[in-house]
């Protein structure tokens, strides 16, 4: 067992994960004392010992880069923005007198190949109001909306688009 776990960790910890880890930490405790450097360092080496299975590996394997966390900082920033406009088109319905809903379910294909970025793309639509991925099997979404309006626009949402910018660019 201990030479499994020897080989194991040689060919797959992750310093540059363990590093960054620590750094959080002693920048949440704002205390270098050996008790909570300690603490700290065992945190750390038990949070990346318990991912190293979680790890992907392979051909759909996103590279990080200075350009892949740029992406994915310009994605997060439309998202929120997305998310502000989808409330205010549900604040609006759900404020009406005659509540002008006409529920819908859509079924489309997010022409996503890394499966990171698939889920990243269904939660993006849970997270926007008036709308729910009910299910995600083989890149293809079933999603739920408020309005027959919404649900036309979901399958060509500008955002899906986004997200194949930032595979494209974690390919590299």
């Known amino acids: 067992m201990r030479r499994y776990v020897s080989r194991f960790m040689k060919e797959n910890w992750s310093w540059p994960r363990f590093m960054l880890l620590v750094v959080f930490w002693l920048f949440l405790t704002y205390s270098v ?10 945190c750390a080496a038990l ?3 318990i991912s190293l299975p979680f790890q992907e590996y392979g051909k759909d394997r996103l ?17 929120v923005k997305e998310i502000i406009k989808a409330n205010i088109e549900v604040a609006k319905i759900v404020l009406s ?6 529920p819908t379910v859509v079924k489309f294909n997010g022409d996503l190949h890394t499966p990171i970025l698939q889920v990243l793309l269904a ?10 991925t009910v299910s995600l099997e083989d890149d293809v979404y079933l999603v739920h909306c408020l309005t027959e309006e919404g649900a036309e626009d979901v399958p060509k949402w500008y955002m899906k688009e986004k997200l194949k910018e930032l595979e494209k660019e974690g390919a590299k």
């Open 33 to 42: 004392e050996p008790q909570q450097l300690f603490i700290g360092l065992i």
């Open 47 to 49: 949070v990346v010992f």
């Open 63 to 79: 590279v990080f880069s200075a350009g892949l966390f740029y992406f994915a900082l310009l994605y997060a920033l439309h998202l």
């Open 97 to 102: 007198p005659r509540m002008a809903i006409s």
């Open 123 to 132: 939660n993006s639509i849970t997270l926007t109001p008036g709308t729910l």
